[in-house]
């Protein structure tokens, strides 16, 4: 069992940053792939970012590519997503997941993840 928790959301103007963090516990999440979605009221959840086991193998959605940058920290437990030139569509609840698919590819589906952090809110102004 993973127990993920979200942090550092909050409303920002549009061309600002932000750096998510996703502090993990329950189980090392060394080897498992982990992501970032996010979902408006009323849509379906989207897959922003993920990254794989091996740190260098990352993936985005394009909309995020550029601006957005998927990082780990094997050694404190910790998934980070720093955001850059903020738009206010990227305005969200995001949630980190973290598969159970020991040395898997890091995908870009819902399912593709077992654990899921409560999420945190951005808000972006225009």
């Known amino acids: 069992q993973v127990q993920l928790v979200e942090s550092g959301g909050r409303l920002v103007q549009a061309g600002g940053s932000l750096r998510l963090s996703c502090a993990a516990s329950g189980r090392p999440i060394r080897s498992y792939p982990m992501a970032w979605f996010r979902q408006v009221p009323g849509k379906e959840r989207e897959f922003v970012a993920a990254i794989s086991w091996i740190e260098a193998m990352t993936q985005y959605t394009d909309s995020v590519k550029g601006r957005f940058t998927i990082s780990r920290d094997d050694v404190e437990d910790a998934l980070f997503l720093q955001m850059d030139s903020l738009k206010p569509e990227d305005t969200a609840m995001y949630y980190c997941?973290?598969?159970?698919?020991?040395?898997?590819?890091?995908?870009?589906?819902?399912?593709?993840?077992?654990?899921w952090g409560p999420g945190t809110q951005v808000t972006v102004s225009s």
């Open positions: 997941a973290i598969s159970s698919t020991y040395h898997g590819s890091a995908g870009t589906l819902e399912s593709d993840y077992r654990y």
